[in-house]
């Protein structure tokens, strides 16, 4: 556990990996009364594979990373 939080790479992975997911749980329109919560995970991580999110090994894509950069947007900076 020490060792993850002594690397930055590993933790950015994490928070990228957890935006994906989040992302796809909103998508599938997620609610606590609905699913269980590892039912809720293995759909969201279905549906980020199907969505090119994810590979067979559950790594982001280049379409995840690139999910991931527009979240981090801030769009108010933009205009």
């Known amino acids: 556990m020490f060792e993850l939080a002594e690397n930055t790479a590993s933790l950015d992975q994490v928070s990228q990996y957890e935006l994906v997911l989040s992302h796809c749980l909103e998508k599938l329109g997620v609610n606590e009364k609905r699913w269980h919560h590892a ?17 067979a090994k559950n790594e982001l894509t280049l379409m995840g990373k690139s999910l991931v950069a527009l979240q981090n947007l801030d769009l ?4």
Not at 42 to 51: L, M, P, V
Not at 76 to 79: L, T, V
């Open 39 to 55: 039912d809720a995970f293995t759909a969201a991580i279905d549906y980020a594979r199907k969505s090119g999110y994810l590979n």
């Open 76 to 79: 108010s900076e933009a205009a």
